[in-house]
């Protein structure tokens, strides 16, 4: 819940809205609902890529592994595109709008991120290591990104997670949250013991070995409930993020908000948010199998039958 968010609690008939069709999501401690619109977003118009635009984004992606602050991510991508556009037409504004609005589309995707997260289910927190001995860095994230999907549509796994590279070793990992439901597990867990340069001690990790035949290292760590509603592997996923500027990759189907009609008993209080009216609602109103759990296959198919 938004800390600025006012809260006005409501009492039968007083709730303007019920019994009408709503769009929940979480924000990993309620639910939160706003009445449903068929507003249709506007169309936008994309405009073609220039010379400027290319390098624009290669120094702000720069500007990003660099750990540079707002105001000097600005002048370091102002003082080079001046050296190699002296011409070009208030550059200042350029930048300033091209920053601005690649910080808005930053905040969207953490925030569409962040309510998948919360909405959903997990169970594991896993990192997958580039072998350069069983692939190129490019059939490493294409081969990895085929296998997760085919799991996701045989077995019901749901995934997601963000490229990025050691900061040490310059190696490729992909880490992402994964939900694998009761059964459909492949490949078999065991502990292993390996000493960590980073932390400077031996480390135990869990190694899946269908993916360590297939990929090589890999580390399946466990998440509870609490762990992902006290946001610590969200915000390890948005730090390198952040960090890399890399786009989060998905499995198909995930939620980040559902619809459902909601009488008008399940209302807790009202938020004003971003100029928003929205509701919290009681917790046990959002049933995970009934409204949210990802169908296998299988089940699919056990259901049509």
Known sequence: MNATAVLQPYYGNDCPFRDKLYRIYSDGSHYIARAATHAKAPKRTKREKTEIDDIFAFLYADGLKCDMTDKELREFILTNLEDCFPAFPDLEKYVNENIDRMNRNAWQREKRFRRKAYLNRWNYFVTFTYNGKKHTEETFRKKLRKCLSNLHTRRGWNFMGVWER????????????LYVPAGEMVGKITPK?????RLGKVKETFSNDFFERKFGRNDFEELNIMEMKNGSAVAYILKYLRKTGERI???RGIPTEISK???EHVFVAEIEDDYVVKYVIFDNVIKWERDIKPLTQRR???LAA
């Open 193 to 197: 013991k390996e000493y960590s340069k």
């Open 261 to 263: 009609v909601l009488p």
């Open 249 to 251: 990759v998905y499995s």
């Open 300 to 302: 699919r198919k056990r």
């Open 166 to 177: 050691g900061e040490e070793t310059d190696r490729l990992h992909f880490h992402c949250i």
